[in-house]
Structure formats: C-alpha cells, structure tokens
C-alpha cells in the first residue's frame, strides 16, 4: 500500500503566497539572486524550467502564511534591488 502524500504547506489561503525574485537563462545567476536573497534572512527555491528546450531558472521566496506578510516580504525583497519582483501561486 502506498504511503499516504503529506499535506501541503498551508500558506493562509492565499492564492498566490510566493515572490518571484525574477526568471534568469544563466543558473549562475538565479544562485547570485538567491545568496542575496538568504544574506538577507529569506529562504528562496531556484526552480529549474523550459520553455521550447530552453532552460530558465526562477527564484522564488515563500510561501508566506498571510498577506500582511506577503507585502512585507514584497518590501523587503525589494528594498534588495528586485523592484520587479511580483507575487505568484508558487
């Protein structure tokens, strides 16, 4: 028999409770953002994706548990420099 899965990591209900840093087509600076990002005191995943056999890599930060702390992270992340960075659903 199967294990049964864990159960997702409740993030308040939001629907989109992560930041996206920012899309990079060089992981070597997806990694750059990221450092930044945990000198910071945050905790990004680099997510490796492709588009028509094309790797890109995406640096997000999240989930946050409420939108109160959503905005502050937003703010935050961006006082780092990543002012385009966005809310996303994961």
Same mark, same amino acid.
């Given at each position: 028999?199967?294990?049964?899965?864990?159960?997702?990591?409740?993030?308040?209900?939001?629907?989109?409770?992560? #930041?996206?840093? %920012?899309?990079?087509?060089?992981?070597?600076?997806?990694?750059?953002?990221? +450092?930044?990002?945990? @000198?910071? &005191?945050?905790?990004?995943?680099?997510?490796?994706?492709?588009?028509?056999?094309?790797?890109?890599?995406? #640096?997000?930060? %999240?989930?946050?548990?409420?939108?109160?702390?959503?905005?502050?992270?937003? +703010?935050?992340?961006? @006082?780092? &420099?990543?002012?385009?960075?966005?809310?996303?659903?994961?």
């Amino acid at each position: 028999r199967p294990e049964p899965a864990a159960p997702a990591r409740k993030s308040g209900g939001l629907a989109k409770p992560y #930041v996206q840093i %920012g899309i990079f087509s060089v992981e070597a600076n997806a990694e750059r953002a990221a +450092k930044q990002m945990r @000198g910071a &005191g945050m905790l990004p995943t680099v997510k490796r994706s492709e588009i028509n056999g094309k790797p890109f890599w995406r #640096v997000v930060v %999240g989930p946050a548990p409420s939108k109160s702390e959503l905005d502050a992270l937003l +703010k935050k992340i961006k @006082g780092e &420099g990543f002012s385009d960075a966005y809310a996303v659903s994961n």
